[in-house]
């Protein structure tokens, strides 16, 4: 099975940017859709975004939409997520997750595998 640890969480103010990553190992993560979820504190956790296993499709919440963006280097077994004009409300923990789905999988419960969570943090 594979593993995940993400990084590149920190502390920024609105309207900067960060970018985190997701390592993998245990399996080449060219075998997996891959996803990127969030919870914020007394929330519950919902999708962020999504790609596909070749990296030619992604799909995003709406709330990130045009502000985010997942891509993965299969050679390198790493998803990222780029994120920029982040928001007060951007503020929350960050998943990374791996799905066996050939599809693109926007629910949790097509995920099997998840990492520990990378915690991000916006300032006003």
């Known amino acids: 099975q594979v593993q995940l640890v993400e990084s590149g969480g920190g502390l920024v103010q609105a309207g900067g940017s960060l970018r985190l990553s997701c390592a993998a190992s245990g399996r080449t993560v060219s075998m997996y859709t891959m996803g990127w979820f969030r919870q914020a504190p007394g929330k519950e956790r919902e999708f962020v975004a999504t790609i596909s296993r070749s990296g030619g499709r992604q799909y995003y919440a709406d709330s990130v939409k045009g502000r985010f963006t997942i891509s993965r280097d299969n050679a390198k077994n790493t998803v990222y997520l780029q994120m920029n004009s982040l928001k007060p409300e951007d503020t929350a923990i960050y998943y990374c997750?791996?799905?066996?789905?050939?599809?693109?999988?926007?629910?949790?419960?097509?995920?099997?595998?998840w990492g520990q969570g990378t915690q991000v943090t916006v300032s006003s």
């Open positions: 997750a791996a799905s066996n789905d050939y599809d693109l999988a926007y629910r949790s419960r097509a995920y099997g595998y």
